[in-house]
């Protein structure tokens, strides 16, 4: 069984940085995307960044510029360091794994760290 544990959220002020790390765990295959999903109350859940297992990225425009992802691939943790926070950018973030597998992919999600942006 696939588990996602993220770590790393809090109360920041705006203009402050943060940094986000997951560390999956189980059985994983080498060939992966990991990322990162943020819901904020009322809204959709939308994509902020993610990054495959040969090192591709892919970042929402809201966020290119002050976040980057990295990823390491030796111990399946995956990184999201936010520099310049908004206070839009409030939301509960969610660690992402898309997997493949003989059945194709599979997709795993964590249980969500809160980031606060207030002064």
Do not use: H
Not at 35 to 60: C, D, F, H, M
Not at 102 to 111: A, K, L, S
């Amino acid at each position: 069984q696939v588990q996602l544990v993220e770590s790393g959220g809090g109360l920041v002020q705006p203009g402050g940085p943060l940094r986000l790390s997951c560390a999956a765990s189980g059985s994983i295959s080498r060939v992966n995307v990991m990322g990162w999903y943020r819901q904020a109350p009322g809204k959709q859940r939308e994509l902020v960044a993610t990054i495959s297992s040969g090192g591709g990225t892919n970042y929402a425009d809201s966020v290119k510029g002050r976040f980057t992802i990295s990823r390491d691939n030796a111990k399946n943790v995956v990184y999201l360091q936010m520099n310049s926070l908004l206070p839009q950018d409030k939301a509960v973030y969610y660690c992402y794994l898309r997997d493949w597998k003989n059945v194709g992919w599979i997709e795993y999600w964590g249980q969500g760290t809160q980031v606060t942006v207030s002064s």
